[in-house]
Nanobody, 122 residues
Framework: QVQLVESGGGLVQAGGSLRLSCAASGRTFSNYVIHWFRQAPGKEREFVAA????????FYADSVKGRFTISRDNAKNTVYLQMHSLKPEDTAVYYCAANYLLDRRPSTYSSWGQGTQVTVSS
């Protein structure tokens, strides 16, 4: 099992950028597809992006495609979410989650970290 800790959130103006980090503990980090999800106030948690274990394939929600980039450094056991051209509707708590396979359904994951808050002001 891998434990994940999110960081890097903050307050940014619309059009700005942030980079989130998802740091993992565990020896088999590269075996996992790492997913980013987010949950805005009053809304369901939703899939944002994912990256395969070797980093060769990435997946994005339509709402962030072209603005967000997911990457990973397996030597550092860390996955990043670089966010550009942020919009107020990107405001949410962002969470990462690990799975052996790609699974965009938040209901698949039984436990979550504390997440990191991203607030985009207009």
């Amino acid at each position: 099992q891998v434990q994940l800790v999110e960081s890097g959130g903050g307050l940014v103006q619309a059009g700005g950028s942030l980079r989130l980090s998802c740091a993992a503990s565990g020896r088999t980090f590269s075996n996992y597809v790492i997913h980013w999800f987010r949950q805005a106030p009053g809304k369901e948690r939703e899939f944002v992006a994912a990256i395969t274990g070797g980093g060769g394939t990435t997946f994005y929600a339509d709402s962030v495609k072209g603005r967000f980039t997911i990457s990973r450094d397996n030597a550092k056991n860390t996955v990043y979410l670089q966010m550009h051209s942020l919009k107020p509707e990107d405001t949410a708590v962002y969470y990462c989650a690990a799975n052996y396979l790609l699974d965009r359904r938040p209901s698949t994951y039984s436990s979550w970290g504390q997440g990191t808050q991203v607030t985009v002001s207009s």
